[in-house]
């Protein structure tokens, strides 16, 4: 597949803006037909004594001859400014900037311009100067951060216009003290369309192959006369998860403008991420063979709990940043102090967590092997028959809890990754090129491994405990036990539970 975005970058054309009072209701084009009146730069604005509040920084999306489509799936934009020393207008410390701003569609080149949103925003300027502030600096720009400007969920419309307004009010100290703008140049950014359809195809595939093996596991498991057990019912619900993720909703943003795509599918992978790690934990647990009374969720608080408290915290900030941007499409957390402080920490934290995870993780699955190696002794006085299929079901548990491990790592590296790659466009200078390949292999790898483990967890048909020359052993098959501490019962356990005897176990 193609990159997975692509960024376009945009420079603002200068419109004078000559009917007072009407700035609602007219929408400036920077060319073609019908195009404002343009200033080359606002020297000559000066020199015409236009004012600043006549003057609309006008952005049409996309560039000439082209058009946008649905497949792009959202638009980013980041906003630079270029701001040139001035002696007379210098940039304060912690100087903010108001935007008075608009965007509106069409999707003919001769039809009339539809308002989307209108919003007044401030934005703070972080901006650095390399000079000693003299006389033979002036002119020279400021080396300033970008700006969040603005997020769609969709792109439904082929033509897109933003006009852009820096009103003064010296009463207020409204755009007071910012310097000498000369420029404002956007960066916008959307999926590319290749990508989208590699995507949707990969989705529309995955669905009813995952869906096919959950029917068939779960009636495996209604086929039992004992109850499903914990491990049974989370595989199941990690099946559900998966499929919810996999469903290609998507299909329907090609049609519709639903702006909200961006937010479900948010909410769709925090739902996946919380069974996928909850899953983990318990995995490992019910193979501990400690004793402890472990099938039922219960058991299980203290590691679940902070997964769940993680989840929703993600939860709220995504709702305070894609939620709000559902009717303002300009707002963004990342534009205040505390805004940024809490985003960045919520980044931080979830970072940190995951690693500690990881680690725990790794603790548990080394205590498991060590309990497996344990079993391995008692394998010698078995028939040769299930001595070799038991050790087929140490083999096949083993690969199991070592692709766990590596589903784990790309996991918790692609999470820190994508955010990291989100973030950079607006806190920092950090850029990690991350190709289609990643997205997909990941996605890829997590259909997989859903369907490897219906497919090894499920139980089986088979019944080896009845073997021929169980007498060689002097025992019977009622004491054969399991691998983990949650079936009791002989009916039907799974096979990768049916590995030890009742001796071994002690």
């Known amino acids: 597949a193609p990159s997975p975005t692509t960024a376009v970058p945009y420079t603002s054309v200068k419109c004078i803006d000559v009917r007072k009072n009407h700035h609602k209701t007219k929408w400036l084009m920077p060319w073609g037909h019908n195009h404002c009146e343009k ?44 701001i040139a020393f001035k002696m007379d207008n210098d940039l304060k410390e912690n100087a903010e900037i108001t935007l008075d701003v608009s965007l ?48 769609i969920g969709s792109v439904a419309h082929k033509y897109y216009l933003i006009n852009i307004r820096l009103p003064v009010n010296e009463r207020k100290g409204i755009n007071v003290g910012i310097g000498e703008i000369k420029d404002i140049r956007l960066v916008g950014i959307h999926q590319n369309g290749g990508f989208t359809k590699v995507w949707f195809a990969m989705k529309t595939f995955l669905t009813p192959s995952i869906l096919i093996i959950m029917v068939w596991y779960w009636r495996r498991i ?67 063979m400690d ?8 058991g299980y608080w203290k590691q679940v709990g902070p997964i769940a408290v993680g989840s929703f915290c993600l939860f709220i900030f995504d709702m305070c940043e894609r939620g709000v941007q559902l009717k303002n499409p300009f707002y963004s957390i990342w534009t205040t102090e505390v805004g940024t402080e809490l985003a960045m920490a919520f980044i931080i934290v979830a970072g940190i967590c995951l690693c500690l995870y990881f680690l725990f993780l790794c603790f548990m699955v080394f ?23 038991y050790e087929g079901l140490i083999f096949r548990f083993k690969f199991l809890m070592l692709i766990t491990l590596a589903c784990a790592a790309m996991t918790v590296i692609f999470f820190i ?22 997205f997909t292999g990941i996605y890829g790898m997590w259909n997989l491994y859903v369907f490897a483990l219906m497919f090894l967890y499920a139980p089986s048909h088979k019944n080896y405990g009845e073997d021929q020359s169980n007498g060689d052993l002097g025992v019977n098959s009622g ?6 501490t949650t079936i009791t019962h002989v009916d039907g356990p799974t096979e990768v539970y049916k590995l030890a005897r009742k001796e071994a176990q002690e």
């Open 291 to 298: 004793q402890n009374e472990r099938n039922r969720l219960s």
């Open 39 to 82: 200033l080359k730069d606002l020297d000559e604005a000066v020199s015409r004594q236009i004012e600043a509040n006549d003057i609309v920084f006008a952005v049409h999306i996309p560039l000439p001859s082209k058009e946008m489509s649905p497949w792009f799936q959202f638009m980013l934009f980041i906003m630079q400014l270029d």
């Open 417 to 438: 990754v994508s955010q990291v790659t989100e973030g950079h466009w607006k806190w920092g200078d950090i850029t990690i090129q991350v190709n289609s390949a990643f």
């Open 222 to 288: 209604t086929l039992m006369t004992r109850a499903p057990v914990l491990l049974e019912k989370v595989i199941f619900a990690l099946g559900i998860s998966m499929t919810f993720i996999n469903i290609p909703v998507e299909w329907f943003s090609i049609g519709f403008d639903w702006t909200w795509m961006l937010l479900f599918g948010d909410i769709r992978q925090g739902i996946f991420y919380a069974m996928l790690l909850s899953f983990w934990i318990i995995f490992c647990g019910e193979h501990m």
């Open 104 to 151: 509106a569609y069409r999707n003919d080149k001769l039809g009339d311009w539809e308002e989307i949103a209108h919003a007044i925003e401030i934005r703070k300027l972080k901006c650095t100067f390399g000079s000693p502030k003299t006389l033979e600096s002036e002119g020279r720009h400021y080396d300033c951060d970008f700006l969040p400007f603005m997020e």
């Open 479 to 484: 004491e054969e036990l399991q691998l983990t």
């Open 367 to 389: 205590q498991v092997f060590r309990n497996i190696s344990g079993k391995q002794s008692s394998l010698p006085a078995l028939s040769k028959a299930r001595r070799l299929h």
